[in-house]
């Protein structure tokens, strides 16, 4: 069970069934993620697209637009549409790429730490799970972007690449940029920790130099980018939003109310990949305790399963892409049954062990492949995410274009609920830099502030058309502060109906709009209605 060099891993004959089993999963991948290049955007991809935008456009995050999000997968998306254009598929195509990569890295670094078998099996399982719906895989969340730089530092702790200080320095350089795409990955940091205090060497020294590389390596890019935020003049912004209101966010809860949240998500997370949580728990408690592993292999899966537990639990929503940072503990637990039952020296039992573990990884995956190969994206789209928001996130795609069809280029857009993705897909800036209203919606001593300051940017910006989301939609709690309700009552008489988005009973659409859309009374409140300025 030592970890394989890559020579080792080059000159195998016996991992050949193992390269086909990765090379098969990464098949499997790319058709799905290829047939699915149009998925439509769901909100926080709108979120991350539309500040991807802007970034090209020459803007800082936390000035045009506000978030409580770290900056790392804003300009990642940039990137992608950079290279693949501003479109659905170009952030599609980007994020193919990205879980390409994402399994080579996991079974790089299962590889190393615990073999060859267990390295095949590990990203196989690793690279399917992270697709599955049951994780909301189809869309790039920020803890797919996670999941690579830190699965990388892994890969990296355990191979043999330069000089002490150089492999612990990049390690934590990954680290580092882990916590730019999520400020949740900072826990990965201790899983780093542990790996560079229980290594091979047991000099005390040895250990502290390599924890002291590993944390400036982290330190680095979280530094450089803190700098550069400040450099743009959205400093104070940066931290309002980032530290200041993330922080009343992350407490906003009870843990009763935590604890049920989580017991209906961890059921769905779960849900066909149940027998998968069992076995890999199985497989890191017994890496703990077995006498043929060494010590440092059950340590750290340990430590990176618990890493990637904790990496859930912030603000305790539970929503189910927040689990794909287990999803590398997982198949690492997997993955060291696979290879603890293996054998070097018997390579028709190894074989024996990938296929019996490629049948049944692909044929739990299997079990979804409608989803996969058959149904149309859109209608996998409401499948997935529903409609009851009180739009779909197809017909956020349809009002999007709308827009940018009938709007002035030059003129913003001012969205009065949620759905930033109808700016990315119209093109139009944020008239308004506060994303999202249901945060205003929140009961805590910043609200007051906040709304009073939303006001203030919706009334000085240029925008020409504004779309309202029915007040439902924005959460309101039983004592949220108004003030922003009887606003957007007020300012109603300053715009005339352009157009009604109205939900029907079986979950589609309609449109009103010309001269009905200025005397229509809509029956209930599944509505969104499009203004535009008199």
């Known amino acids: 069970m030592a970890g394989v060099g890559i020579s080792g891993i080059r000159k195998s004959k016996w991992l050949q069934p193992g390269l086909l089993l990765v090379f098969v999963s990464v098949l499997l991948i790319a058709i799905v993620r290829i047939r699915l290049i149009d998925f439509p955007l769901e909100r926080d991809e709108g979120e991350y697209a539309m500040m ?14 506000f978030n409580m999000k770290y900056p790392g997968v804003y300009y990642m998306y940039a990137l992608f549409m950079f290279i693949f254009g501003e479109s659905v598929a170009g952030i599609r195509t980007g994020f193919l790429i990205l879980s390409i990569l994402t399994v080579f890295a996991m079974w790089r670094a299962g590889s190393r730490l615990l073999g060859p078998v267990a390295g095949a099996v590990s990203a196989s399982v690793f690279g399917l799970m992270s697709v599955s719906p049951n994780f909301l895989g189809f869309s790039a969340h920020a803890t797919q972007f996670v999941v690579m730089p830190v699965i990388a530092s892994l890969w990296i702790m355990n191979s043999g690449i330069g000089s002490d200080w150089k492999k612990w320095s990049l390690a934590g350089l990954l680290l580092g940029i882990a916590v730019l795409m999520k400020q949740h990955a900072v826990v990965f940091s201790l899983a780093g920790i542990v790996a560079a205090w229980v290594p091979d060497h047991p000099a005390f020294r040895m250990r502290l130099r390599r924890i002291a590389f590993l944390t400036i390596g982290i330190a680095a890019p979280v530094g450089a980018a803190m700098l550069y935020i ?20 992350a407490t906003g809860k009870s843990v009763l109310s935590g604890w049920m949240i989580f017991e209906s998500a961890f059921a769905n997370v779960t849900g066909i990949w149940l027998g ?21 292999q059950g340590t750290v899966l340990f430590a990176f399963g618990l890493c990637g537990f904790l990496s859930v639990v912030p603000s305790m929503n539970f929503f189910a892409h927040h689990f794909v940072t287990m999803i590398p503990a997982l198949a690492l637990g997997i993955g060291f049954l696979a290879g603890h039952l293996s054998n070097p020296e018997k390579p028709v039992r190894n074989a024996a062990i990938i296929s019996v573990a490629a049948v049944l990884i692909i044929g739990i995956w299997l079990s979804e492949g409608k989803k996969y190969f058959v149904t149309h994206p859109e209608q996998l789209s409401l499948d997935v995410y529903g409609n009851s928001s009180p739009i779909s996130f197809v017909t956020a795609r349809q009002i999007g274009k709308y827009i940018g069809e009938i709007s002035d280029p030059e003129k913003s857009l001012l969205i009065i609920g949620a759905e930033p993705e109808i700016c990315f897909y119209s093109n139009r800036r944020p008239a308004n ?102």
């Open 433 to 534: 830099p506060f994303i999202y209203v249901y945060g205003l919606m929140e009961v805590h001593t910043l609200s007051e502030k906040m709304q009073t300051d939303w006001i203030r940017y919706a009334e000085e910006s240029d925008h020409e058309f504004a779309i309202i989301f029915p007040t439902f939609s924005w959460s309101p709690r039983w004592n949220s502060n108004l003030k922003i309700v009887k606003w957007t009552e007020s300012a109603r008489k300053r715009y005339y109906p352009f157009a009604w988005v109205i939900r029907d009973e079986i979950g589609g659409t309609r449109w009103i709009r010309a001269e009905k859309a200025l005397t229509y009374q809509p029956a209930d409140y599944n509505f969104i209605l499009i203004l535009k300025k008199i």
């Open 276 to 296: 998968v949580w069992i076995l890999a728990g199985m497989g890191i408690l017994i890496s703990l305790v077995s006498r043929k592993s060494r010590k440092k």
């Open 52 to 65: 991807g935008q802007l970034i090209l456009e020459g803007e800082t995050p936390y000035g045009a637009a």
């Open 230 to 249: 400040y450099s743009k003049g959205v400093f104070n912004n940066f931290w309002f939003w980032t530290f200041e209101y993330a922080a009343l966010y």
